[in-house]
T-cell receptor, first 114, second 117 residues
Framework: GQQVMQIPQYQHVQEGEDFTTYCNSSTTLSNIQWYKQRPGGHPVFLIQLVKSGEVKKQKRLTFQFGEAKKNSSLHITATQTTDVGTYFCAGVMDYGGSQGNLIFGKGTKLSVKP | KAGVTQTPRYLIKTRGQQVTLSCSPISGHRSVSWYQQTPGQGLQFLFEYFSETQRNKGNFPGRFSGRQFSNSRSEMNVSTLELGDSALYLC????????????????FGPGTRLTVL
């Protein structure tokens, strides 16, 4: 079935270092969403990307959607301990306008050493 | 607005039993989706309900079923529980108006932690 691959699975960084997680789909996506799940919590929506080549920023977080709408990345500049958690991408497959459900990547678990 | 609520928060069952989980979406949200989260498989889509009808279904056996009521509240049922059904079951709601590409933000509930012994 359709899959969204996400790497790396784990990332350990020193506070202040940068962090990037990548998502790839074998099929074109209609849009991609990013979620963050804190330890013991539930996924919380961060952002949605819809347009080819789209770049969005939220303070230290930069989200990109590839030109072919098959890949996406999340980059955090100068990580802080509050960034700890698992970051998930979730893609909606492009079925030519018909509705598709969100397919989640397996997530990247970020730990930050103070 | 109140967020998505799920009951119960924790549940312990034994193999062979059946379980029903409940989800109340955000007021005004008509779509409810269910996900299973495990350390090995991550977040896996179970099904989505809209207007009391299942509109999307993931790749799970028929032991997993759900329904939605006229007030948009949803329940999911797992029959003949297996050890591998131990997981966090998450419910998510979104506005969704019945057509168009899925671009709605999903709001997740706190989940029900199911342990099967």
């Amino acid at each position: 079935g359709q899959q969204v691959m996400q790497i790396p699975q784990y990332q350990h960084v020193q506070e202040g270092e940068d962090f990037t997680t990548y998502c790839n789909s074998s099929t074109t996506l209609s849009n991609i969403q990013w979620y963050k799940q804190r330890p013991g919590g539930h996924p919380v929506f961060l952002i949605q990307l819809v347009k080819s080549g789209e770049v969005k920023k939220q303070k230290r977080l930069t989200f990109q959607f590839g030109e072919a709408k098959k890949n996406s990345s999340l980059h955090i500049t100068a990580t802080q301990t509050t960034d700890v958690g698992t970051y998930f991408c979730a893609g909606v497959m492009d079925y030519g306008g018909s509705q598709g459900n969100l397919i989640f990547g397996k997530g990247t678990k970020l730990s930050v050493k103070p | 607005k109140a967020g998505v609520t799920q009951t119960p928060r924790y549940l312990i069952k034994t193999r062979g039993q059946q379980v029903t989980l409940s989800c109340s979406p955000i007021s005004g949200h008509r779509s409810v989706s269910w996900y299973q989260q495990t350390p090995g498989q991550g977040l896996q889509f179970l099904f989505e309900y809209f207007s009391e009808t299942q509109r999307n279904k993931g790749n799970f056996p028929g032991r997993f079923s759900g329904r939605q009521f006229s007030n948009s509240r949803s329940e999911m049922n797992v029959s003949t529980l297996e050890l591998g059904d131990s997981a966090l079951y998450l419910c998510a709601s979104r506005e969704f108006h019945g057509k168009g590409v899925n671009t709605d933000t999903q709001y997740f509930g706190p989940g029900t932690r199911l342990t099967v012994l």
